[in-house]
């Protein structure tokens, strides 16, 4: 079983931008295609950027397609999402989840979520 432990979020302004780290303890990510997904206040979760095992291969949500870039370091055990340009939309807890699958969008998908890490983009 692998443990997800996210990080980088903040309160930051319209324009700025973030890296969020996701950190895994307990079994290699190798293993795991990953995925970004958040949550807004009163709203489902969605996805935001996923990562095949290798890295070869990513997806991401058109709301952030252009802005974002995540990228995986499987020697630190480690899964990045850079944000760019973020917008108050953008406000939301995002979590890090794996999973044995191949990279898919659907959070059903997924065998293993982090807590998650508040990001507020104020305007």
């Known amino acids: 079983q692998v443990q997800l432990v996210e990080s980088g979020g903040g309160l930051v302004q319209a324009g700025d931008s973030l890296r969020l780290s996701c950190t895994a303890s307990?079994?290699?990510?190798?293993?795991?295609?990953m995925g970004w997904f958040r949550q807004a206040p009163g709203k489902e979760r969605e996805f935001v950027a996923g990562?095949?095992?290798?890295?070869?291969?990513?997806s991401y949500a058109n709301a952030v397609k252009d802005r974002s870039t995540i990228s995986r370091d499987n020697a630190r055990n480690t899964v990045y999402l850079q944000m760019n340009s973020l917008k108050p939309e953008d406000t939301a807890v995002y979590y890090c989840?794996?999973?044995?699958?191949?990279?898919?969008?659907?959070?059903?998908?997924?065998?293993?979520w982090g807590q998650g890490t508040q990001v507020t983009v104020s305007s």
């Open positions: 989840a794996a999973t044995y699958k191949p990279l898919r969008e659907d959070a059903y998908a997924y065998d293993y």
């Open positions: 990562i095949n095992s290798s890295g070869r291969s990513t």
């Open positions: 307990g079994r290699a990510i190798s293993v795991y295609a």
